[in-house]
């Protein structure tokens, strides 16, 4: 009422300004953000454009700055000095980072997300909370995207997904453990991060949950440019980055530089309810657990693109990564009887020390034909890496004679891991009339990994071989793989794209310790296809098809994981088998005003699922003093058993209330339904006999469940242009009848400040506000129920600084494409990955 009242009173001083948005291909951008901003009042005015992209607003007389903002585009700003009546004319709606009107040149800031044709791009380079962070740290900030405790990561709360680096697969994401290499990855190499949940053919076929690929940052401006970042924090963490990159228009050479040392602390505990066979109590364990993890950061990249004339270009680039670290850990083990009165006390101190080196070589080379859009390429990446392990396990037991006298046995472990990796690709994209487009491609990709691994216990006369734990192996993974898709439009709203790409895998594994041998070879076909309908220009409808497989992970096919903890062993199957999942997706994209809404309804089916069946053993021990004791231990082996359905909704927001207040909100809500069921016979020991009987083991995996993900991410400019990051994140609890995980809300908070003309930046985080970030889980079976809480990194505060600095010849900006990273253009995939 107050509005409309001083509106009345001052309509007779108001003078009207209008205009018209228009897209590049001069359609109307309708709920463009249109306002009025002066220096004395701030916002004086504030409307949208209708159906024709058309606005009209009024003001008094003076000097304002209009700001236009439609969604999807880089923002315009302009200067007027308001006298009289004011048509504009047509503002011309961008998606390049600088926006010229009237000789006055303003540089947009890009959005931090935004959704393309066939993925979703997250734009980590402009992230506050992003800023002296580990990847895996950052990776939690991209919609869709869930890490959970122990550094996991899901897509749409499916753990199998494929990760790339520039689109092909890199020695930095280690050998067999993805989670902990992208803990050693600063993410200040990143530039952005590309979430493909339903890739086409020109993408390899496995991950079920889709793609992650991550681009590094190559540098794209014209001259000389770079940045350097500082930080540090607590618990102990210290690091620095250089990125500089010089670019003419002949060629562009980029490099990266960093270095970074932290000391991770965690965190763990588990109740163990231990059942006999008639299902009475029999004994309780109780785990305690404290982590620190050493990490020492080394890694250097170095590249070059040279433009050898305006339709051909090479591409050279090499990285090493060295890691030195260390896992420092103090397990305790209370046991108590079935009255839960304290029996015995054991503890493990472990010590490991891992030593990392990875190594990668990248060629490529662009042929542009005269027509544009029709173009071949071809890429080649060789990479090596290394990962050297040695552990030594300082096990106190309390003698079980009722002495209580404390003993001590050593296990000393020597695990090396060697991974070389071939991957060479070649597509050729031809436009087919005015909108249609051919692509053909073809990919080879060989992985030779070899580890040999070696176990001594302490014994009377010094080290002991541990037999179960020694393994030299051999693992080799050849895919060849050819594809092809067709795309086109039918009238002016309606796309498709259609292709097919046929996988032929070739593995072999030799175990050379037992002599033993498993050769699997397969051909698949994997259908995909995508449909497009656009109702307006910010109204889309999408639905997409593909075929996926996941095939069994390097550590997955070991004849063992860790000897570490004896009580907990995880053994590896050699015989798995890959898995298929058929994907479907029906998203819809829509704009609303200031609002951006992009839900997305999916459905996989999942055929010969990969499930854990863990068993229980019961193993006779002997300590140093010839005592024998009982011990029971948990074994966990991969399996191809049942069926998958997997359904869920997946929807990202955007919403800018005000210029100065920025939200993005994603929830991630899914269910599974699961089938199958596993029964074997193993040995193990009897306590009553003495004697290692057979025992039947049966676990049903059966059941459904259905959880939720969530985060919500504010960001504020405040007075002094002071910059608020606030980010709740929620993973929800999943019950089924063999586990129940508690659900868990967290917080994280970003405070930053620009310098020297917005050249400087410097950022303070807190990650984990309330230091509630955790995993709780209860697993249930037939002679044990067992209770864990467990953090991998308990709360952290990190100051970061970071200087740009850049020499930017203008004449030059648009003599080649920015760099080289979107080698594609247009809407379509944007990395090599055939």
């Keep these: 009422m107050f509005i409309v009242i001083c509106a009345g009173l001052n309509a007779q001083d108001l003078l009207k300004v209008k205009g018209k948005v228009l897209s590049s291909d001069n359609k109307p951008v309708e709920f463009t953000t249109i306002s009025l901003e002066s220096a004395e009042e701030g916002l004086v005015v504030e409307a949208a454009t209708d159906a024709k992209g058309e606005f009209n607003i009024e003001a008094k007389a003076g000097t304002y700055i209009l700001v236009v903002e439609p969604l999807g585009y880089d923002i315009i700003e302009k200067q007027i000095d308001l006298k009289t009546t004011t048509d504009l004319g047509v503002f011309t709606a961008k998606t390049s980072q600088t926006v010229s009107l009237d000789a006055a040149v303003v540089t947009a800031e890009k959005p931090i997300y935004k959704v393309e044709l066939d993925k979703k791009v997250y734009d980590m380079a402009n992230d506050p909370m992003s800023q002296g962070q580990t990847l895996s740290d950052a990776l939690a900030n991209v919609p869709s995207v869930a890490v959970d405790a122990e550094g996991n ?25 993805i989670g902990e290499a992208l803990k050693n990855i600063p993410a200040e190499n990143v530039e952005r991060i590309e979430l493909v949940t339903n890739p086409s053919a020109r993408y390899e076929a496995s991950g079920s949950a889709g793609i992650i690929n991550i681009v590094l940052k190559k540098g794209s401006n014209t001259g000389f440019n770079g940045s350097v970042t500082l930080n540090g924090g607590i618990p102990e963490m210290a690091g620095g980055n250089v990125n500089l990159n010089y670019k003419t228009k002949k060629y562009n050479l980029f490099g990266n530089l960093g270095t970074r040392y932290s000391n991770r602390k965690g965190e763990g505990s588990a109740f163990r309810t231990n059942f006999d066979e008639l299902g009475n109590v029999r004994d309780y364990l109780s ?7 050493l990490r020492r950061n080394y ?56 030593i990392e080196n990875n190594f990668d070589v990248d060629f490529n080379y662009k042929h542009e034909f005269d027509k544009k859009g029709h173009e071949f390429s071809f890429t080649g990446r060789f990479s090596t890496q290394k990962e050297d392990e040695n552990g030594n396990v300082l096990n106190n037991v309390t003698s079980k004679d009722g002495s209580n006298e404390i003993t001590q046995t050593t296990r000393i472990t020597d695990n090396l891991e060697k991974q070389n990796t071939v991957v060479l690709t070649a597509d050729y994209v031809r436009p087919i009339g005015e909108k249609g487009k051919f692509e053909l491609g073809a990919r080879a990709d060989f992985n030779n990994n070899k580890t040999n691994n070696r176990t001594f216990n302490s014994g009377e006369n010094g080290l002991v071989p541990d037999d179960r734990f020694f393994a030299n192996v051999d693992n080799q993974q050849n895919v060849l793989a050819a594809y092809t898709q067709y795309g086109n439009a039918i009238g002016e709203n309606f796309q498709y794209f259609a292709g097919l790409r046929l996988e032929s895998s070739d593995m072999q594994i030799d175990n050379h310790t037992n002599g033993q041998s498993i050769s699997k070879k397969y051909t698949d076909l994997f259908p995909t296809l995508t449909l497009n309908y656009k109702f307006t220009q910010k109204n889309e409808l999408q639905f997409s098809y593909s075929r996926r497989v996941r095939r069994p992970m390097g550590f997955m096919l070991m004849p063992f994981f860790s000897p570490t903890d004896d009580r907990n062993i995880r053994n590896g199957n050699p015989d798995l088998d890959p898995t298929y999942t058929n994907s479907f997706e029906l998203s819809y994209i829509t704009t609303v005003g200031k609002l951006m809404v992009t839900p997305s309804l999916f459905y996989q089916k999942t055929t010969n699922t990969i499930n854990q069946f863990v068993r229980t053993r019961k193993d006779q021990k002997t300590d140093e003093l010839g005592n024998i004791y009982y011990q029971d231990a948990l074994i966990s082996t991969p399996i191809n058993v049942g069926d998958e359905d997997r359904y869920g909704l997946d929807l990202t927001a955007t919403y800018r209330p005000f210029k100065w207040w920025n939200l993005m909100f994603n929830v991630n809500l899914f269910g599974y339904n699961r089938t199958g069921f596993h029964q074997e016979t193993n040995l193990s020991y009897n306590e009553q006999t003495g004697q290692e009987e057979m025992k039947v083991d049966s676990q049903d995996f059966s059941g459904n469940g259905f959880s939720s993900r969530g985060r919500l991410s504010s960001n504020f400019v405040l007075p002094g242009d002071f910059k608020v ?95 080289g990273e979107e080698m594609m253009g247009g809407e379509e995939m944007q990395i090599p990955a055939a």
Excluded at 328 to 350: E, H, I, K, P
Excluded at 763 to 790: G, H, K, P, Q, W
């Design 299 to 354: 890694n250097i990249r170095l590249g070059g693109e040279y433009y050898l004339d305006d339709k051909n270009t090479l591409g050279l680039s090499a990285g090493y990564r060295y890691n030195n670290g260390n896992n420092n850990s103090f397990v305790n083990y209370n046991n108590y009887d079935a009255l839960m009165a304290f029996t015995t006390n054991d503890f493990n101190v472990q010590d490991e020390k891992e």
């Design 153 to 177: 990561v899901s897509l749409r709360g499916n753990d199998n997904v494929k990760f790339l680096i520039d689109g092909k697969p890199s020695g930095m994401l280690g050998v067999s453990d």
């Design 725 to 819: 990051q606030l980010a709740g994140n929620y993973m929800g609890g999943i019950k089924t009848a063999q586990q129940k995980t508690e659900d868990n809300l967290s917080m994280d908070f970003s405070l930053s400040k620009d310098f020297f003309n917005k050249r400087a930046t410097l950022t303070f985080n807190i990650r984990d506000v309330f230091d509630s970030r955790r995993r709780e889980m209860t697993t249930y079976a037939a002679d044990y129920t067992n209770y864990e809480n467990m953090r991998w990194m308990v709360r952290s505060f990190n100051l970061a600084f970071t200087y740009r600095f850049k020499n930017t010849n203008e004449r030059e900006r648009n003599k080649r494409p920015d760099g």
């Design 287 to 293: 785990t305690n657990r404290d982590n620190d993890r």
